[in-house]
């Protein structure tokens, strides 16, 4: 016999149970739609708060409207065999939890996750914009549904099990349940305490999940901030733009769905997170559009003052010999003048050895400069640069005997390749110029080991 529930809604089958509490997917006989409808026991292990929750779900949903979110139908008060319980019914959306088509083996590019960031954030707008707020509390894959692929289209979306919702209203006014998904919660929440911003970190954790197929909770975490970059392949803006969502500080989260939503498409440059070594010699100035990068020699101490030490008393001597005519100096001054120019060639031109390198919206460019003699060591147009990879300096050990291989840094440009001279960079350079290079051109930073 086919089980109803108040002798009009039809049950079809069972999605999912709890203890206490079922939800069915479910015929409306009276108007022939499908409909799924969650049910709550007042059974042994009945809790109050659970019931406060259903309440509040059915008066949220009751006052919402909106075609991405489930639509309010039906709130009953039954009695059965079971034992009393009560019943919501909402339309039915017929889709599957971005949870479910993860784990079917469905990926999502980097433009797929943008568009379904803008489709969510544009709900959560909705939802915090009406007075009071509306805050979801548990926004994570299984609870975003979305239509199989259109075109050039990932689907429409959907949010949905408001079972967690809760208004500010209600927060101001009374006890807090601390209710949400572990890996989906921002700290916050842990304290019983939310805000609009705190739907943007679930948010953005989930959007995480796509990017990367790991569980938030499984990825590593930096005081507090989850690091996802090397797992996902995304371009640094938009890591940039994930880790804002998922800041762990409040104050470093935007503040609201709508502000994060303008920055989705031109997220502002989020702070490098490794400082500019003390003492570095580079100058590094930039604008949006161009960059320049001067770079000289970070050694110049005493070795740079011996070498040019030497050779300002050979040409010292050979000059004053020159001037004075000296009869014993003048024989060895041709050999004095070979010998000074090579000391020159070999200790003080090394010192003054500068590298710039210049990207303009049309080309990069990079310049060898000597004595303030510049040529140009590599040119191409900035439409191909492509990558940035930076081997980190490595010691091994062959043979017993120790080898080190320094830190390089080279910008890829199709065919062409713009290495940063090692002998003006100390690794800790390379380190920060990798990460500012990677956030300035907008491109992931490949970092290898040496061979």
Not at 36 to 49: A, C, R, S
Not at 373 to 380: C, E, K, L, S, V
Request: proline letters at 6%; glycine letters at 8%; a neutral charge.
């Amino acid at each position: 016999m086919t089980e109803t529930i108040g002798d009009r809604y039809e049950i079809q089958k069972e999605l999912g149970r709890q203890t206490g509490r079922r939800t069915v997917l479910a015929l409306d006989r009276q108007t022939d739609r499908q409909v799924v409808i969650k049910q709550l026991w007042l059974g042994e292990d009945f809790d109050w708060k659970d019931l406060k929750l259903f309440e509040r779900e059915a008066d949220v949903l009751k006052a919402l409207s909106h075609p991405n979110i489930p639509e309010y139908l039906d709130y009953l008060e039954l009695t059965s065999d079971n034992g009393p319980s009560f019943a919501l019914a909402q339309s039915h959306i017929n889709c599957r939890s971005l949870e479910a088509q993860l784990t079917a083996g469905r990926t999502f590019s980097e433009s797929d996750v943008k568009v379904l960031a803008k489709s969510l954030l544009e709900i959560l707008i909705y939802l915090h914009g009406l007075s009071p707020p509306v805050i979801h509390r548990d926004i994570k894959p299984s609870n975003i549904l979305l239509s199989d692929r259109s075109g050039n289209s990932p689907g429409d979306v959907y949010l949905v099990d408001f079972g967690s919702v809760q208004t500010l209203a209600a927060q101001e006014g009374g006890t807090i349940t601390v209710v949400g998904t572990y890996g989906y919660m921002p700290p916050e929440q842990f304290g019983g305490r939310v805000v609009p911003a705190s739907d943007l970190y679930s948010l953005g954790a989930a959007l995480i999940f796509l990017a990367t197929g790991q569980h938030p909770s499984e990825l590593p975490q930096k005081k507090l901030q989850l690091q996802f970059r090397q797992r996902a392949g995304l371009s640094p803006r938009f890591a940039d733009w994930l880790e804002w969502m998922t800041e762990p500080s409040l104050s470093k989260r935007f503040a609201s769905a709508q502000a994060s939503l303008d920055a989705l498409d031109d997220p502002p440059r989020r702070p490098a997170e490794m400082a500019k070594p003390a003492n570095s010699q580079i100058r590094l100035s930039q604008t949006s559009e161009s960059l320049t990068l001067l770079a000289r020699r970070n050694d110049s101490g005493f070795l740079g003052i011996t070498a040019l030490t030497i050779v300002g008393l050979i040409l010292g001597w050979l000059m004053l010999g020159s001037i004075c005519g000296f009869g014993a100096v003048l024989p060895i001054n041709p050999f004095g003048a070979v010998l000074g120019g090579l000391l020159f060639a070999a200790l003080g031109l090394p010192i003054l050895r500068q590298q710039r390198l210049e990207i303009t919206p049309r080309q990069i460019t990079l310049f060898g400069i000597v004595a303030g003699i510049r040529w140009r060591q590599a040119q191409a147009s900035r439409s191909v640069v492509d990558r940035i990879v930076l081997q980190r300096a490595q010691q091994r050990t062959i043979h017993d005997q120790l080898i080190r291989t320094p830190a390089k840094l080279t910008i890829l440009a199709g065919r062409d390749a713009f290495p940063l001279e090692e002998g003006l960079f100390t690794p800790d350079d390379l380190y920060w110029l990798a990460e500012e290079l990677s956030r300035w051109l907008n491109l992931p930073l490949t970092i290898e080991e040496a061979p």
